[in-house]
Nanobody, 118 residues
Framework: QVQLVESGGGLVQPGGSLRLSCAASGFTFSSYAMSWVRQAPGKGLEWVSDINSGGGSTYYADSVKGRFTISRDNAKNTVYLQMNSLKPEDTAVYYC???????????WGQGTQVTVSS
């Protein structure tokens, strides 16, 4: 059974930084691409970033490009999202999901709340 557990969210001021982690289990982590998606209040799911299985290829939504960095440690079965220069519009629940950018995902975690406010 696939399990994805996000952590690292919290309250941060505009311009601040936060690092999210996603601990994966129940599948061969190193064989799969991974994504981060988010859901702002009253909005649908928005794809944020993905990374290929080996960690050598990364892609970002235009809204976060240059500010966020996705990475992974296959030895630890963990994917990360380093978020810098945070803006109020980044406020959302952030989810880790199995697979590259898609319209739908079969597996995702419980989410972690990120609130950017002064």
């Amino acid at each position: 059974q696939v399990q994805l557990v996000e952590s690292g969210g919290g309250l941060v001021q505009p311009g601040g930084s936060l690092r999210l982690s996603c601990a994966a289990s129940g599948f061969t982590f190193s064989s799969y691409a991974m994504s981060w998606v988010r859901q702002a209040p009253g909005k649908g799911l928005e794809w944020v970033s993905d990374i290929n299985s080996g960690g050598g290829s990364t892609y970002y939504a235009d809204s976060v490009k240059g500010r966020f960095t996705i990475s992974r440690d296959n030895a630890k079965n963990t994917v990360y999202l380093q978020m810098n220069s945070l803006k109020p519009e980044d406020t959302a629940v952030y989810y880790c999901a199995l697979g590259p950018k898609q319209d739908e995902y079969d597996y995702w975690g419980q989410g972690t709340q990120v609130t950017v406010s002064s």
